[in-house]
């Protein structure tokens, strides 16, 4: 299997596995907007009120579901990215780490308290810290991925 062909195999697996996370994030939202665990058609509810905030769980659901739509998209856009850009699988693993950790540092907010990431912080909430490199880690990959597409491929142009 060529390079291309495998990137994209990559990107569609990682990409529907980020969304199934996206989905069960979803499904925790709806029951912390309901206030109680409830599956139909199943008779059971448990009384629970999940923690975190509105915002917390619809970023942890949003995060999954569009990290895991931009991997389906690169591989759409592959054929046309490796014009110019010569390892599309070293690109591809790239952009899986940049859904994985900012998918990852996403679903720690709504459930733990204060851990939204923003910044590195010198008290005792590691939770937050952990948040906030895997954010920075996959930001900075994805600024740099962005990058080198964006260059190469204006390059090409001359």
Do not use: C
Request: net charge positive.
């Amino acid at each position: 299997m060529n390079d291309l062909k495998r990137a994209q195999r990559l990107l569609l697996g990682h990409g529907a596995l980020v969304l199934l996370v996206g989905f069960m994030a979803g499904m925790g939202f709806l029951f912390f907007l309901l206030g109680e665990i409830k599956v139909f058609p199943l008779p059971w509810v448990i009384e629970y009120q999940l923690p975190g905030t509105y915002d917390a769980w619809r970023m942890a659901h949003m995060e999954g579901i569009v990290n895991g739509m931009v991997l389906w998209l690169l591989a759409a856009l592959l054929p046309v990215i490796q014009v110019s850009v010569k390892n599309v699988y070293r690109l591809s693993v790239a952009m899986i780490i940049v859904a994985w950790t900012i998918v990852i540092a996403s679903q720690l907010d709504p459930i733990f308290p204060n851990a939204r990431g923003l910044a590195f912080t010198s008290d005792s909430n590691w939770i937050s810290d952990i948040a906030f490199f895997l954010f920075s880690t996959g930001i900075y990959i994805a600024f740099t991925v962005v990058t080198v597409i964006a260059v190469k491929s204006l390059r090409k142009l001359d």
